[in-house]
């Protein structure tokens, strides 16, 4: 039944590790995002996926490689993570055409000690 | 480019009552559409209300409507008979149509208190 759905939902991890957070939806959308949810809860576009092509890529360290295997799924990658790196990260999925309500996953928060 | 503005950091409203919740834009984009989202400590992100700027009608969903000011680019959330369950974060957003203005463009959001 979940349309947007993330794993895992918290992940506690050391300063220099590697993570990767996974997403997928079900609701038949071509498009797929990830947005960083900061500590002041300031919300902000990192990637967006359309038809696994890359459309959109803000200015992100490239620690953070984003991979869609296909249309449902959009995972999230992230090298050598840095204490400032905690947040929360939502996945969020649309269709392209017309309004293109955007669907959030459950977020997951990361904390890197 | 776009940027959303919200003023209010914070809003309290009583039980029953009626609040409005602020919210500004600005956009190069020619077609763009406009959201609330809410955000209850769930960290849940919930679309509240959509609105086509090309439509002049205000979008209503129940005890939510919009004032839509497409000329002073205002898009403000009156929210009616305010329940305990309405206490959350409130954002406003906009997106352009395809491409890289698809993004959402979110503002600094309003935390919204209910009190009975």
């Known amino acids: 039944d979940t349309a947007v759905s993330q794993t895992p939902k918290y992940l506690v991890t050391q300063m220099g590790n590697d993570k990767s957070i996974k997403c997928e939806q079900n609701?038949?959308?071509?498009?797929m995002y990830w947005y960083k949810q900061d500590s002041k809860k300031f919300l902000k576009i990192m990637f967006s996926?359309?038809?696994?092509?890359?459309?959109i890529n803000e200015t992100v360290p490239n620690r953070f490689s984003p991979k869609s295997p296909d249309k449902a799924h959009l995972n999230l990658h992230i090298n050598s993570l840095e204490l400032g790196d905690s947040a929360v990260y939502f996945c969020?999925?649309?269709?392209?055409?017309?309004?293109?309500?955007?669907?959030f996953g459950p977020g997951t928060r990361l904390t890197v000690l | 480019a776009q940027t959303v503005t919200q003023s209010q950091p914070e809003m309290s409203v009583q039980e029953a009552e009626t609040v409005t919740l602020s919210c500004t834009y600005d956009?190069?984009?020619?077609?763009?559409?406009l959201f609330w989202y809410k955000q209850p400590p769930s960290r849940q992100m919930i679309l509240v209300i959509r609105?086509?700027?090309?439509?002049?009608q205000n979008a209503t969903e129940n005890r939510f409507s919009v004032n839509f000011q497409k000329a002073a680019k205002s898009f403000s959330l009156k929210i009616s008979d305010s329940q305990l369950g309405d206490a959350a974060m409130y954002f406003c957003?906009?997106?352009?149509?395809?491409?890289?203005?698809?993004?959402?463009?979110f503002g600094t959001g309003t935390r919204l208190q209910v009190t009975l």
């Open positions: 609105q086509e700027a090309y439509k002049q």
């Open positions: 609701l038949g959308h071509d498009t």
């Open positions: 956009t190069s984009e020619s077609d763009y559409y």
């Open positions: 996926y359309n038809n696994k092509e890359l459309i």
């Open positions: 969020a999925s649309s269709l392209s055409g017309g309004i293109g309500t955007q669907y």
């Open positions: 957003a906009s997106r352009g149509d395809t491409g890289t203005a698809s993004k959402l463009t």
